[in-house]
């Protein structure tokens, strides 16, 4: 198939996530039961109480709330940076059991932006290394035995970071508020940055008070980089206000 673009797809989250999460906190201040918070959170606007307690810094409660994600059209490399983010799970598309050799063409693969900003001559040159490597691959695959996982557990060793991975990722909302403050940064890595900016925009949707501060750490305090800031606070506090 050759180049592949990026590809989010909410496909699951925990239902009615702010009023979980404005359950969950009330109970801590209430002696009320459970059945009856739940019915008094649900007649009620909890917007408010939830901006409060995320200025409070209460996040425990938020960590009940959950959001799946799949994720098509990133690379290894991508692959690499987002499992630092521990406190999540990640199932990934593995290149031992499924086989990157073709007949044509080259495997999936991402294209840096500043690459496409060369022009066409640039693009093609990197498409056609794609496809050299593909033939590596080939030829080994075919000295290894020609398939299954003992095959192509090696061969995979000559595909580039740049080829595609697929993934479904579920983080609480907890680490996605801080995964978004670390990736949504402009000094973040483009393809990250990318998906993060997704994610935080899919999320916003379904629960938009929970995710009303979600962003760059800028937008809700002094940036952290400090001498190394893009120094464009104002224009990132704009684009992820709702």
Request: proline share 4%; net charge neutral; aromatic share 8%.
């Amino acid at each position: 198939m050759g180049q592949v673009k990026l590809k989010v797809e909410l496909i699951e989250h925990t239902p009615n996530p702010e009023e979980l999460v404005a359950t969950a906190a009330k109970l801590c201040y209430s002696g009320a039961d459970i059945e009856e918070l739940k019915q008094g959170v649900a007649k009620a606007d909890q917007a408010p109480f939830i901006k409060k307690l995320l200025d409070m810094g209460h996040l425990s409660t938020v960590e009940h709330v959950s959001f799946t994600f799949g994720i098509e059209g990133v690379s290894r490399s991508l692959l690499a940076q987002i499992t630092r983010h521990r406190i999540a799970s990640f199932s990934v598309k593995s290149q031992r059991y499924v086989s990157e050799t073709r007949e044509d063409g080259a495997f999936n693969y991402i294209i840096p932006p500043e690459i496409e900003a060369l022009g066409d001559k640039y693009v093609e040159i990197y498409r056609e290394q794609m496809k050299t490597i593909q033939e590596w691959y080939n030829y080994w695959s075919e000295k290894l035995g020609s398939g299954g996982e003992g095959t192509n557990e090696d061969a995979r060793f000559v595909l580039p970071n740049s080829a595609e991975t697929k993934m479904v990722v579920t983080m609480n909302a907890r680490e996605l508020h801080h995964f978004f403050g670390l990736r949504c940064c402009n000094r973040a890595q483009w393809e990250i940055r990318a998906l993060a900016e997704e994610m935080c925009l899919q999320v916003k949707k379904i629960a938009p008070n929970l995710f009303s501060q979600a962003g760059p750490a800028c937008i809700a305090a002094n940036c952290p980089e400090g001498k190394m800031s893009c120094g464009k606070q104002r224009e990132m506090r704009a684009k992820y206000s709702i």
